[in-house]
């Protein structure tokens, strides 16, 4: 059992995946997002680009479960709705570029916009337009190929959502059901398609237990453990660093 263990993550891998997945636990358990930003691109130098997408997006499902049943009545329902039915149905095309594009060009992008969520983020920035029907579906649809493409569909649901004037409690909440309501069918698409093999699905398997303790973890601190303004900046600046390292690995690691 564990030489087949070791084998998926090629040696060294398994605890650079252990290491980085807790602290994603931290994060998604706490503030409901950044997990997925944080694994995607080193998983994907790891494993390769569809095999980090399965990996992630598997240990990400695991974690919505948990946390769904606790924030589901404080979800908006009435935006949630269409922008995840738009998700799924941007899917396929996703996974098309998934399998059509070269693995460093993947992590170059998401890499790109993880940087570029981030500086947003920490500029303030604000979508100040009207969460009309139309808007709410192309964010969708636009958050759901990028899923499928990088697992990194976050920033356009977060920057959308984060733009009312949403209790942080509603924000936590309407971003936990958006993944619970969006990432299983991704994986079986991905999965159906043979982009991706098994091995990243056991991949998840065995980070399962780590994601959980981390997202146990930073659930405590939601619930007054910590401060939400001190922890946002930490978790940006990692996110951040995490960015800036698969825009310059190449260099990095020469």
Request: aromatic fraction near 10%.
């Amino acid at each position: 059992m564990i030489p087949y263990v070791t084998s998926l993550f090629a040696g060294v891998g398994l605890w650079t995946a252990i290491g980085v997945t807790l602290v994603a636990g931290l994060m998604r358990g706490f503030a409901g997002f950044g997990s997925a930003m944080l694994m995607a691109p080193i998983f994907a130098i790891l494993f390769g680009s569809a095999e980090m997408v399965v990996t992630v997006v598997a240990i990400e499902l695991v974690v919505s479960l948990q946390l769904f049943p606790q924030v589901r009545r404080h979800a908006d329902w009435k935006v949630l709705t269409p922008m995840s039915i738009a998700a799924c149905a941007a899917m396929p095309l996703g996974v098309w570029l998934l399998a059509s594009v070269d693995k460093n060009a993947i992590v170059t992008a998401v890499s790109a916009v993880i940087v570029g969520f981030v500086l947003l983020m920490w500029t303030g920035w604000k979508y100040t337009g009207r969460r009309s029907t139309a808007a709410t579906v192309t964010v969708g649809a636009v958050s759901g190929a990028m899923m499928a493409t990088t697992s990194v569909g976050g920033p356009p649901v977060l920057l959308y959502l984060l733009s009312g004037n949403d209790s942080p409690e509603v924000n936590r909440a309407n971003i936990v059901t958006y993944y619970f309501l969006t990432q299983f069918l991704l994986i079986v698409i991905v999965l159906a398609t043979g982009v991706a093999g098994w091995e990243a699905l056991a991949r998840a398997i065995v980070l399962f237990p780590v994601m959980v303790l981390g997202a146990w973890a930073g659930g405590r601190l939601f619930h007054g453990l910590a401060s939400e303004r001190i922890y946002r900046n930490v978790a940006l600046a990692i996110l951040f660093a995490t960015g800036m390292f698969g825009l310059l690995r190449e260099w990095l690691l020469a």
